[in-house]
T-cell receptor
Framework: KAGVTQTPRYLIKTRGQQVTLSCSPI?????VSWYQQTPGQGLQFLFE???????NKGNFPGRFSGRQFSNSRSEMNVSTLELGDSALYLC??????????????FGQGTRLTVV | AQSVAQPEDQVNVAEGNPLTVKCTYS??????LFWYVQYPNRGLQFLLK??????LVKGSYGFEAEFNKSQTSFHLKKPSALVSDSALYFC???????????FGTGTRLQVFP
């Protein structure tokens, strides 16, 4: 079965612009979590969505937002981009709420570069 | 707050030699610990987890991890390294209060032929 699909794979944006990233989870999975990966910081939790509801949010400014659709696909949006937003954005999909006891599957990520 | 630390940015080992990637944790309550691996241009892949039970946990690709409560460590090990094990390894801990996984900064493993 198809894995987690993130689009686009690569993105270059200018400071001040906004961007939308997409994540299609594995069929049947209802939870999508988003992480930001940067060298030296590792993976920082952004938010988790389950059945169209945001369950949890990390310590990121309000410029970072997301949503989940009825088909479990999720989008995250970053407005007013800053250079420091350059990172690899990963999403993880799991069957139920991802509490670590259940397995999560990661997409390949979207590499965002802000210039 | 719960946290994990990976003290080494990079670990170099010769193929065939044993490898260890270190992880220490700080949690209140029982720790739920995980190891993930990221190959180039790939997402993270689950290797193994410790929830409770035996201190030696066996995982995918011949990896294992030893949970040591007194030293608050959860080091990843493999008896004989392969060049194909070269990747970025992340340790993670479940933060029950914040209801999320907290990842370390990652350790790059380089296995030389």
């Amino acid at each position: 079965k198809a894995g987690v699909t993130q689009t686009p794979r690569y993105l270059i944006k200018t400071r001040g612009q906004q961007v939308t990233l997409s994540c299609s989870p594995i069929s049947g999975h209802r939870s999508v979590s988003w992480y930001q990966q940067t060298p030296g910081q590792g993976l920082q939790f952004l938010f988790e969505y389950f059945s169209e509801t945001q369950r949890n949010k990390g310590n990121f400014p309000g410029r970072f937002s997301g949503r989940q659709f009825s088909n479990s696909r999720s989008e995250m949006n970053v407005s007013t981009l800053e250079l420091g937003d350059s990172a690899l954005y990963l999403c993880a999909s799991s069957l139920g709420i991802w509490d670590g006891h259940t397995e999560a599957f990661f997409g390949q990520g979207t590499r965002l570069t802000v210039v | 707050a719960q946290s994990v630390a990976q003290p080494e940015d990079q670990v170099n080992v010769a193929e065939g030699n044993p490898l260890t990637v270190k992880c220490t944790y700080s949690v209140s309550g029982n720790p739920y610990l995980f190891w993930y691996v990221q190959y180039p241009n790939r997402g993270l892949q689950f290797l193994l987890k410790y929830i409770t039970g035996d201190n030696l946990v066996k995982g995918s690709y011949g990896f294992e991890a030893e949970f040591n409560k007194s030293q608050t460590s959860f080091h990843l090990k493999k008896p004989s390294a392969l060049v194909s094990d070269s990747a970025l390894y992340f340790c993670a801990v479940r933060d029950e209060e914040a209801d999320k996984l907290i990842f370390g900064t990652g350790t790059r493993l380089q296995v030389f032929p």
